[in-house]
T-cell receptor, first 114, second 115 residues
Framework: AQSVTQLGSHVSVSEGALVLLRCNYS??????LFWYVQYPNQGLQLLLK??????LVKGINGFEAEFKKSETSFHLTKPSAHMSDAAEYFC????????????FGSGTRLQVQP | GAGVSQTPSNKVTEKGKYVELRCDPI?????LYWYRQSLGQGPEFLIY????????DSGLPNDRFFAVRPEGSVSTLKIQRTERGDSAVYLC?????????????FGPGTRLTVL
């Protein structure tokens, strides 16, 4: 079985500050990990994914995430927040031998204060 | 090109009624997924199609839920005898070949409200 836990249902940062959204996974087999973003009234959009190549993954809009097997983590970061980053962010997991569909965390809502 | 589309965008029905939700995947994508997202939660898997066949339907909550993809393109999610607890946003996604590393592209969802 696979699962992800996102610590912090709401995160608030100031514009220009570091964004850190936490994701920890549980998987009995090597995982593949994804971050999706959901803007208000829009569909889920892929930010980045880890597929067992480089452990530091760069995505769209300046986001990146690092796969740390020892910590079972895949935290999402961005050096400087923009107002347009305000959205809900979801971490998700699949695996080669497990379910093809995504198993999502409960999400983290990011607020960016001016 | 066109993304994943879902119709209707909103559906309001009464308890006990039958509803159908439609998904048009990206052209050429062989894999299609249905998820359900309740308020304040992440999407939960319902069913996965590879071509015309349901490769994994382990997420369907009970036998009131059924989905088809007869020609390997458009899919319909069918819910019989709707209950208030079925109220949620139903999301459809498609991917190119359906491997675990494939990017899934999501539609905007259908918001189902059962009164």
């Amino acid at each position: 079985a696979q699962s992800v836990t996102q610590l912090g249902s709401h995160v608030s940062v100031s514009e220009g500050a570091l964004v850190l959204l936490r994701c920890n996974y549980s998987s009995s087999v090597p995982p593949y990990l994804f971050w999706y973003v959901q803007y208000p009234n829009q569909g889920l959009q892929l930010l980045l994914k880890y597929t067992s190549a480089a452990t530091l993954v760069k995505g769209i809009n300046g986001f990146e995430a690092e796969f740390k097997k020892s910590e079972t983590s895949f935290h999402l970061t961005k050096p400087s927040a923009h107002m347009s980053d305000a959205a809900e962010y979801f971490c998700a997991v699949t695996s080669y031998t497990g379910r093809r569909a995504l198993t999502f965390g409960s999400g983290t809502r990011l607020q960016v204060q001016p | 090109g066109a993304g994943v589309s879902q119709t209707p965008s909103n559906k309001v029905t009464e308890k006990g009624k039958y509803v159908e939700l439609r998904c048009d995947p990206i052209s050429g994508h062989t894999a299609l997924y249905w998820y359900r997202q309740s308020l304040g939660q992440g999407p939960e898997f319902l069913i996965y199609f590879q071509g015309t066949g349901a490769a994994d339907d382990s997420g369907l909550p009970n036998d009131r839920f059924f989905a088809v993809r007869p020609e390997g393109s458009v899919s319909t999610l069918k819910i019989q005898r709707t209950e208030r607890g079925d109220s949620a946003v139903y999301l459809c996604a498609s991917s190119s070949v359906g491997t675990a590393t494939d990017t899934q592209y999501f539609g905007p969802g259908t918001r189902l409200t059962v009164l």
